[in-house]
């Protein structure tokens, strides 16, 4: 049969070692679960030192901010703007977001109900900025553990956040569960059997259908938000309130510090990083096949689009 490579990142606070774990899932493929701690993210190469030196630049307003417009990327190793690209149904709370085709999608939650997990999805034609589709109403938990897996063309949901246990395809045309993908949960589950935590957190694929899954981000400026893959220059990249980081994957996994039996540090280029300076919460991060990226705020509820090619 063959072997695939199913890599799934789990970044928490815990200080825990990090270890290749080699095991055999439900299909009876073998697959390895890669585990990041915060405390090693926070020891690779350059990392601290670019966020320490960005953190101090960034202020925080105590009132959010309001209104659509530019948000500079001022600080970091990497410098872009996100500039205003089209508004999103104010009727939600926009926290993930996906480009699949032509169309990126959006979840939102009910303002009101954060917390108890309603919400629905938005189906954008990405061009021509025209809704196209406001999904049906679901518990959608925080709304932000959504990924698109390019290998086998499916929109997938974890309603882990809300205390669930199950993974669901979702359907791109009626943009609301059809049913639960067992081998999809088998994935998300930790090959040592702990907590769970792999399918709590939000979540990614590369362009191999090679899973990621996030829960902290080490210390990037503000609360973590989402995680996203830019193909065109193979990087997993995390969005916290106020930051943005990248990093190349190959170098992450095997050529970085993580990698057994190196001692290497990840090079400036390998990993990259913007501060912005704004009262807007950041919340997810997708990219068009030209690498530009898109970014999501929910106050105001907008889009955002680099003003260049990212990283």
Known sequence: MRKTRIIGIMLVFALLLAAFTSFASADGVERTSVTVTSSWLNSVGDYPKIFEKMNKKITIPETPATGYGTVKG???????????????????????????????????????????????????????????????????GHGQHFGYDPKTKKLNYSDSFGGGDSVYEI??????????????????????????????????????????????????????????????????????DHSIAAYDIDALLYRGRYAEGSSSNLTGKELLATGFQTGKELECITFDSAGY???????PAQVLRSSKAMY
């Not at 957190?201 to 938000?225: E, H, L, V």
């Open 171 to 240: 359907s791109q045309q009626s943009l609301k569960p059809v049913g639960i993908s067992i081998k999809e949960w088998n994935r998300m589950i930790p090959p040592n059997g702990g907590s769970g935590a792999g399918q709590g957190g939000g979540f990614t694929y590369d362009k191999n259908g090679n899973r990621f899954c996030s829960i902290g981000y080490g210390n990037m400026k503000g609360s973590p938000q989402g995680i996203g893959y830019d193909r065109k220059k193979n990087r997993i990249v995390l969005v916290s």
């Open 74 to 140: 001022k600080y970091g190793n990497y410098k872009a703007d996100l500039n205003a690209y089209m508004k999103i149904d104010p009727s939600g709370n926009p926290q993930w977001c996906g480009i699949v085709g032509k169309y990126i999608y959006i979840a939102c939650t009910e303002y009101a109900s954060v917390k108890n997990g309603k919400g629905w999805l938005l189906k954008y034609d990405l061009k021509k900025k025209k809704l196209v589709k406001k999904g049906p109403k679901f518990n959608i």
């Open 293 to 299: 990226g898109y970014v999501i705020t929910n106050r």
